[in-house]
């Protein structure tokens, strides 16, 4: 008897650890786009922490974030498909983090993302897109116990949802004019 306690006591308990959750901000569901590229191509994604003058809210976020964000939006622009690879216009793609909000409320808890998301020519500094994209998730205990599953599945809900919105928006964009039409 002595001896089943300890294998069952592990398969208890082994059933009680959930496998941790990986930051995933990559959207699902971005396919490539019906309309034709645009005449831009995306030279540099770029991610900032606003300054405290422009944040709207905490930003509850450290150095190793903004990098993860760049390349889910990187790869994203690259599965909607939005940029043509030799498009007359270079363009950098910014994305200012104004507001990322964890809100612990007993059993459900809170991330609001704030984020002003913007298509700049490199030749002439012309803003050719600017959107502020507003998101928020919200998760329960009841759903996931572990709080640290819990928050990193927020954190990637949170962020998925305001990069899928920024390209949506990116989408409904009508054609900037040409780099030979815009004079640049």
């Not at 941790?20 to 540099?44: A, E, F, S, Y």
């Not at 994604?45 to 300054?51: C, G, K, L, N, R």
């Not at 994203?76 to 612990?104: H, M, W």
């Not at 599953?149 to 990116?170: C, G, Y």
Request: hydrophobic share 45%; net charge neutral; aromatic share 6%.
């Amino acid at each position: 008897m002595k001896n089943l306690v300890a294998p069952l006591l592990c398969l208890l308990l082994a059933g009680c650890v959930s496998t941790p959750t990986q930051v995933n901000l990559v959207p699902t569901g971005i396919t490539r786009t019906v309309r034709p590229p645009m005449d831009m191509q995306v030279k540099l994604v770029s991610v900032i922490i606003a300054d405290p003058a422009t944040q709207t809210g905490k930003v509850m976020l450290d150095a190793t974030f903004p990098p993860v964000w760049r390349d889910a939006i990187q790869t994203s622009l690259d599965q909607a498909g939005l940029f043509s690879d030799d498009g007359s216009r270079n363009v950098t793609v910014y994305a200012k983090i104004r507001r990322f909000e964890f809100n612990p409320t007993g059993f459900s808890n809170t991330v609001d993302v704030d984020a002003v998301y913007s298509v700049v020519d490199r030749k002439s500094g012309d803003v050719v897109f600017e959107k502020e994209i507003v998101t928020s998730a919200t998760n329960s205990a009841s759903k996931t116990f572990n709080a640290q599953v819990r928050v990193i599945n927020l954190w990637n809900q949170a962020t998925q949802e305001n990069i899928a919105k920024f390209v949506q928006a990116l989408e409904a964009m009508p054609e900037p004019p040409s780099a030979a039409a815009a004079g640049t």
